[in-house]
Nanobody, 122 residues
Framework: QVQLVESGGGLVQAGGSLRLSCAAS????????MAWFRQAPGKEREFVAV????????NYADSVKGRFTISRDNAKNTVYLQMNSLKPDDTGVYYC???????????????WGQGTQVTVSS
Protein backbone atom coordinates (compact mmCIF):
# COMPACT_ATOMS: atom_id res chain seq x y z
CA GLN A 1 0.00 0.00 0.00
CA VAL A 2 1.25 3.46 -0.89
CA GLN A 3 -0.05 6.68 0.58
CA LEU A 4 0.48 10.00 -1.16
CA VAL A 5 0.10 13.37 0.55
CA GLU A 6 0.29 16.60 -1.44
CA SER A 7 1.14 20.00 -0.04
CA GLY A 8 2.21 23.43 -1.20
CA GLY A 9 -0.93 24.67 -2.86
CA GLY A 10 -2.32 28.13 -2.30
CA LEU A 11 -3.36 31.43 -3.81
CA VAL A 12 -0.91 33.22 -6.09
CA GLN A 13 -1.11 36.06 -8.58
CA ALA A 14 -0.65 35.46 -12.28
CA GLY A 15 3.03 35.33 -13.13
CA GLY A 16 3.93 33.96 -9.72
CA SER A 17 5.36 30.62 -8.66
CA LEU A 18 4.48 27.73 -6.40
CA ARG A 19 6.19 24.47 -5.56
CA LEU A 20 4.03 21.45 -4.84
CA SER A 21 5.29 18.47 -2.90
CA CYS A 22 3.99 14.94 -2.73
CA ALA A 23 5.27 12.78 0.11
CA ALA A 24 4.94 9.05 -0.39
CA SER A 25 4.99 6.16 2.01
CA UNK A 26 6.02 2.66 1.04
CA UNK A 27 9.21 0.93 -0.01
CA UNK A 28 8.41 0.95 -3.74
CA UNK A 29 8.69 4.71 -4.23
CA UNK A 30 12.04 4.59 -6.00
CA UNK A 31 10.73 2.15 -8.59
CA UNK A 32 7.46 3.95 -9.22
CA UNK A 33 6.76 6.50 -11.88
CA MET A 34 5.20 9.57 -10.32
CA ALA A 35 2.86 11.98 -12.02
CA TRP A 36 0.93 15.17 -11.41
CA PHE A 37 -2.60 15.73 -12.63
CA ARG A 38 -4.97 18.64 -12.15
CA GLN A 39 -8.68 19.22 -12.26
CA ALA A 40 -10.30 22.59 -12.80
CA PRO A 41 -13.88 23.25 -11.69
CA GLY A 42 -16.32 21.70 -14.14
CA LYS A 43 -13.57 20.04 -16.15
CA GLU A 44 -12.11 16.57 -16.36
CA ARG A 45 -8.87 15.71 -14.65
CA GLU A 46 -5.91 16.25 -16.96
CA PHE A 47 -2.33 15.06 -17.08
CA VAL A 48 0.34 17.61 -16.16
CA ALA A 49 3.70 15.82 -15.88
CA VAL A 50 5.32 12.46 -15.16
CA UNK A 51 8.78 11.37 -14.01
CA UNK A 52 10.36 7.94 -14.08
CA UNK A 53 11.52 6.10 -10.97
CA UNK A 54 15.14 7.15 -11.48
CA UNK A 55 14.18 10.69 -12.42
CA UNK A 56 15.91 10.38 -15.77
CA UNK A 57 12.82 10.53 -17.96
CA UNK A 58 10.19 13.23 -17.79
CA ASN A 59 7.21 14.25 -19.90
CA TYR A 60 4.93 17.28 -19.74
CA ALA A 61 1.60 18.37 -21.07
CA ASP A 62 1.99 20.94 -23.83
CA SER A 63 0.14 23.50 -21.72
CA VAL A 64 2.85 23.53 -19.04
CA LYS A 65 6.05 22.89 -21.02
CA GLY A 66 8.69 25.47 -20.25
CA ARG A 67 6.86 26.67 -17.13
CA PHE A 68 6.57 23.60 -14.87
CA THR A 69 9.33 21.25 -13.74
CA ILE A 70 8.80 17.86 -12.16
CA SER A 71 11.53 16.38 -9.98
CA ARG A 72 11.94 13.81 -7.26
CA ASP A 73 14.11 13.02 -4.27
CA ASN A 74 14.06 9.28 -3.71
CA ALA A 75 15.94 9.62 -0.43
CA LYS A 76 13.00 11.66 0.87
CA ASN A 77 10.27 9.70 -0.94
CA THR A 78 9.04 12.98 -2.36
CA VAL A 79 8.13 14.27 -5.80
CA TYR A 80 7.90 17.97 -6.59
CA LEU A 81 6.23 20.20 -9.13
CA GLN A 82 7.82 23.61 -9.55
CA MET A 83 5.32 25.90 -11.23
CA ASN A 84 6.51 29.20 -12.67
CA SER A 85 4.80 31.89 -14.74
CA LEU A 86 1.45 30.74 -13.43
CA LYS A 87 -1.71 31.63 -15.31
CA PRO A 88 -5.35 31.73 -14.20
CA ASP A 89 -5.92 28.66 -16.40
CA ASP A 90 -3.57 26.73 -14.09
CA THR A 91 -6.16 26.98 -11.31
CA GLY A 92 -7.41 23.64 -10.03
CA VAL A 93 -6.86 20.80 -7.61
CA TYR A 94 -3.50 19.18 -8.19
CA TYR A 95 -3.10 15.48 -7.54
CA CYS A 96 -0.04 13.28 -7.48
CA UNK A 97 -0.23 9.68 -8.58
CA UNK A 98 2.02 6.64 -8.58
CA UNK A 99 2.34 3.85 -11.11
CA UNK A 100 4.53 0.79 -11.47
CA UNK A 101 4.65 1.51 -15.18
CA UNK A 102 5.78 4.73 -16.85
CA UNK A 103 2.72 6.34 -18.42
CA UNK A 104 2.40 9.58 -20.32
CA UNK A 105 -1.09 10.99 -20.17
CA UNK A 106 -4.06 9.40 -18.48
CA UNK A 107 -3.84 6.34 -16.28
CA UNK A 108 -4.53 3.93 -14.94
CA UNK A 109 -2.41 4.88 -11.98
CA UNK A 110 -2.16 2.66 -8.95
CA UNK A 111 -2.33 5.25 -6.17
CA TRP A 112 -3.61 8.81 -5.81
CA GLY A 113 -3.23 11.57 -3.29
CA GLN A 114 -6.08 13.66 -1.94
CA GLY A 115 -5.12 16.78 -3.86
CA THR A 116 -4.03 20.32 -3.08
CA GLN A 117 -5.77 23.46 -4.31
CA VAL A 118 -3.94 25.93 -6.52
CA THR A 119 -5.65 29.22 -7.31
CA VAL A 120 -4.10 31.74 -9.67
CA SER A 121 -5.67 35.19 -9.65
CA SER A 122 -5.55 37.53 -12.61
Amino acid sequence: QVQLVESGGGLVQAGGSLRLSCAASGRTFGSSAMAWFRQAPGKEREFVAVISGSGGVKNYADSVKGRFTISRDNAKNTVYLQMNSLKPDDTGVYYCAASRLYRVGSGPYDYWGQGTQVTVSS
